[in-house]
């Protein structure tokens, strides 16, 4: 027998401790195959509703990476070197660029934040704002709203041509962190 090394008052054999951890990383190849069936099908679900799932990969990469200033001033620089090469954007592809101030305001901020965190499902208290203050009931009153639009989007059916979510609540936070794993798969 030998003595378990977190427990000095039971004594265990090595065959007992190998079979549970034998079993343990039998059960996580077990959780892993079904959440790679599950990705696979949230995957092939987002692509037939029209999601450029490359696109929205990259998309995340990005942010993530913290370097979106940089890869928008690349593309900048990319559209105008077209251009420049003779394949300039028409005015019909102009209409898909929004434009938002260079260096928006505080309360601005906070109320695009908030709605971003409300669309995407988030914790309603991961305010990174004070809530008694300007930025923070800016940040609420955006959360409210993306939380308005990510309800009727997941209600909507799929043959509508919008996304169709999980049917998941809005409390559980772990599933934008689903959504960037389905979406960096791809």
């Given at each position: ?43 092939n679900?987002l ?6 799932l490359?696109?929205?990969?990259e ?10 200033q940089?890869k ?60 008694n203050?300007?930025s ?51």
């Amino acid at each position: 027998m030998t003595e378990h090394p977190n427990d000095h008052n039971s004594q265990v054999s090595e065959d007992a401790i190998i079979a549970v951890q034998l079993s343990k990383l039998k059960r996580a190849k077990a959780d892993s195959k079904t959440a790679q069936g599950d990705l696979k099908g949230m995957q092939n679900s987002l692509d037939a509703s029209g999601l450029n799932l490359k696109a929205a990969a990259e998309a995340l990469k990005i942010v993530a990476s913290g370097k979106a200033q940089k890869k928008i001033n690349e593309i900048i620089d990319l559209l105008k070197y077209l251009r420049i090469l003779g394949k300039p954007l028409v005015a019909d592809q102009l209409e898909m660029f929004q434009s938002v101030p260079v260096e928006p305001g505080i309360l601005e901020q906070a109320l695009a934040d908030g709605l971003q965190s409300g669309r995407a499902g988030e914790d309603r208290y991961a305010s990174p704002h004070d809530l008694n203050s300007d930025s923070g009931r800016e940040w609420t009153k955006g959360f409210d709203q993306g939380e308005k639009e990510r309800e009727i989007v997941l209600s909507l059916e799929t043959g509508e041509g919008l996304i169709k979510g999980d049917g998941e609540s809005q409390e559980n936070a772990g599933q934008s962190e689903v959504e960037k794993s389905i979406l960096a798969s791809a």
